[in-house]
């Protein structure tokens, strides 16, 4: 249980751990790559754990000193596990995408399985990939969902076509693994991408390890075979998505929060443009090279599509409740595939706190500024909900958050910072 206690104007200074979004891709590329990487500024939260825990299991060596890691890679070449090794990832479904097109790339059979939601989240289309790629995989329960096995012998690769509605990390899993696939890969897109920033981390990240990626848009990428990742000191920079709760402090209490860490104009974090969203809300936004200031001045309402930042939804839920007028999210129905289903919890949340909140099939109507009320509330163990109903106590008394502790997955110093503001 996490009391949250109101405040007045705040004004602070927070250097943002890194990206958690970063530190998966990374991990993945060096672990794949001939020699051996440093990761600088390396998150130490429970998905990234996960993915560390993963790749050791296939055959990499990795250490930590500090706040930096060192990936021994294995240059795509991994050693043949006997027997069923499980893959156990918690409820983090990017560890469990990302990682499944790498463990194709192996020797061995591997059963990637979870804790109870994630074994609710749609992996399906990424299964039926792999298998259209030349590999032998397939959902073991319930079709479409984990736990999933996987009789890795390398992947023949090639083309394919793969819904871009779905989840994102579909594709960057693929891409990922990739330049180690004997044909190398041709990946189109049918109907649209979401979350589309989060594409485009992956390929600067490919990018950044030496590897071409073409591509038209978001509807085709083509990866040449026998390209192989270089090995690298890769520096994570500040997390974005865990800022926004920081500049979402700043603009309800009228205050004023610089984070740094956080480079707004190189990011390839595509949740870096919920300050547009803040700024069409009524926040001043500073931006320089490596810190961002966001400063509340009374908030009003906006209709905004999320669906390339979905992450930023519950956050911007929050905020809502505090702005004048109405606020219309919409485009984000995978959200009901998340930690938990967001879209429904964000509206019973905050509904129980006194907020007038219409759930949508895909996203949220908030109406501002009703009379609310304090009380304990529960995020589902989701941690971007308890990040986002931290905000909300920040101008409400008597908020207590159940199962608080659900920030490690991400934050894991979060209440730290929050109440140091």
């Avoid at 905050?350 to 009379?371: M, Q």
Wanted: proline fraction near 5%; charge should be positive.
């Amino acid at each position: 249980m996490k009391e949250i206690h109101p405040k007045t104007p705040i004004d602070a200074r927070v250097k943002m751990p890194g990206s958690k979004s970063l530190v998966h891709r990374t991990l993945i590329a060096a672990g794949l790559a001939g020699g051996e990487s440093r990761l600088s500024g390396f998150l130490n939260c429970e998905d990234t754990l996960y993915t560390v825990s993963a790749l050791r299991e296939l055959g990499v060596r990795i250490g930590s000193t500090g706040g930096e890691v060192t990936v021994s890679g294995t240059g795509g070449r991994f050693p043949r596990i006997p027997g069923l090794r499980k893959v156990f990832v918690g409820n983090s479904g990017t560890s469990f995408r990302l990682l499944l097109s790498t463990a194709a790339l192996a020797h061995g059979h591997y059963m990637f399985t979870g804790e109870p939601r994630m074994l609710e989240r749609p992996v399906g289309g990424l299964v039926r990939a792999l298998k259209a790629l030349g590999v032998d995989a397939w959902c073991t329960g319930k079709d479409g969902v984990p736990p999933v096995q996987v009789r890795a012998e390398g992947v023949r690769g090639g083309k394919v076509r793969l819904e871009g509605g779905t989840s994102s990390q579909y594709i960057s899993s693929l891409l990922l693994a990739a330049p180690y696939m004997e044909r190398g890969l041709e990946l189109e897109l049918v109907g649209g991408l979401v979350s589309k920033g989060y594409v485009d981390l992956t390929v600067e990240v490919m990018t950044q390890f030496g590897v071409d990626v073409l591509r038209d848009g978001y509807g085709y990428f083509r990866v040449r075979p026998h390209q192989t990742y270089g090995p690298r000191h890769f520096t994570i920079e500040g997390d974005v998505s865990s800022a926004s709760y920081l500049w979402a402090a700043a603009a309800v209490t009228g205050g004023s929060v610089t984070t740094e860490n956080v480079y707004p104009f190189a990011t390839r974090q595509g949740d870096i443009d919920f300050l547009t969203i803040l700024a069409q809300m009524g926040c001043r936004i500073d931006k320089q090279e490596d810190h961002v200031t966001v400063t509340g001045r009374g908030i009003t309402g906006i209709e905004a599509d999320m669906g390339d930042m979905p992450d930023m939804v519950p956050t911007l839920a929050a905020l809502s409740l505090f702005a004048h007028g109405k606020t219309t999210i919409r485009n984000v129905p995978q959200l009901r595939h998340k930690e938990s289903d967001r879209l429904k919890t964000m509206a019973r949340e905050l509904s129980r706190l006194g907020g007038r909140v219409v759930e949508l099939p895909d996203g949220l109507v908030i109406h501002g500024l009703h009379r609310l009320k304090g009380g304990v509330i529960n995020p589902h163990n989701d941690h971007r909900i308890a990040m986002s109903l931290a905000v909300v106590g920040l101008r409400v008394p008597g908020i207590t958050i159940e199962g608080a502790n659900c920030v490690r997955k991400s934050f894991p110093h979060f209440w730290e910072v929050w109440d140091s503001l």
